[in-house]
T-cell receptor, first 116, second 115 residues
Framework: GENVEQHPSTLSVQEGDSAVIKCTYS??????FPWYKQELGKRPQLIID?????GEKKDQRIAVTLNKTAKHFSLHITETQPEDSAVYFC???????????????FGRGTQLTVWP | NAGVTQTPKFRVLKTGQSMTLLCAQD?????MYWYRQDPGMGLRLIHY???????AKGEVPDGYNVSRLKKQNFLLGLESAAPSQTSVYFC??????????????FGQGTRLTVV
């Protein structure tokens, strides 16, 4: 299987500061790494993802980096805003076509709080 | 544009009662999943399905059963509910594509309390 560990479990930052959440994975065959944001009482929703053939991806204020050798990936949020407050989940997936393991292994989540 | 819909949204059960949670998706996705979410534990996979008529166990399958008789529906059953099954349950679906994009789309969740 796959084991995904996520740190920290809680993170508090001041509005405008940056936030970094880190994840490690165990299976070198994993090749797709999405990040989900879950606002209070809502469903998780994809915010950004990265594949194993890419080292970094950015989308406005959020970016994800991947280090395949070390088997870790990180979410970076710059210029944080109160509306960024949510639980963030990382995940890893061995997305080989035809595999029964077309499923996601989630980290335990990081509660991010952005103080105004 | 319904996406993934779960029924019901809330339920309170007495210990020993049974119930079925229904998940329906209208995106023609091959994969469907049931997760439970508990504080500090993240999302844990209960069962999943890679297509109509097929199911498989996830990380925490004990006490649950599933069925996928139609591609668009994935049912989660609790035969004899226990307080340890108090949780928020999420259904999700994802496509099987050439590019192996396995983004999962989640339902709105079902909050189940077993007393």
């Amino acid at each position: 299987g796959e084991n995904v560990e996520q740190h920290p479990s809680t993170l508090s930052v001041q509005e405008g500061d940056s936030a970094v959440i880190k994840c490690t994975y165990s299976d070198s065959a994993s090749n797709y790494f999405p990040w989900y944001k879950q606002e209070l009482g809502k469903r998780p929703q994809l915010i950004i993802d990265i594949r194993s053939n890419v080292g970094e991806k950015k989308d406005q204020r959020i970016a994800v980096t991947l280090n395949k050798t070390a088997k870790h990936f990180s979410l970076h949020i710059t210029e944080t805003q109160p509306e960024d407050s949510a639980v963030y989940f990382c995940a890893a997936n061995k997305a080989d076509r035809g595999s029964t393991l077309g499923r996601l292994y989630f980290g335990r989540g990081t509660q991010l709080t952005v103080w105004p | 544009n319904a996406g993934v819909t779960q029924t019901p949204k809330f339920r309170v059960l007495k210990t020993g009662q049974s119930m079925t949670l229904l998940c329906a998706q209208d995106m023609n996705h091959e994969y469907m999943y049931w997760y439970r979410q508990d504080p500090g534990m993240g999302l844990r996979l209960i069962h999943y399905s890679v297509g109509e008529g097929t199911t498989a166990k996830g990380e925490v399958p004990d006490g649950y059963n599933v069925s996928r008789l139609k591609k668009q529906n994935f049912l989660l059953g609790l035969e004899s509910a226990a307080p340890s099954q108090t949780s928020v349950y999420f259904c999700a679906s994802s496509p099987l594509t050439q590019t192996a994009n396995t983004e999962a789309f989640f339902g709105q969740g079902t909050r189940l309390t077993v007393v």
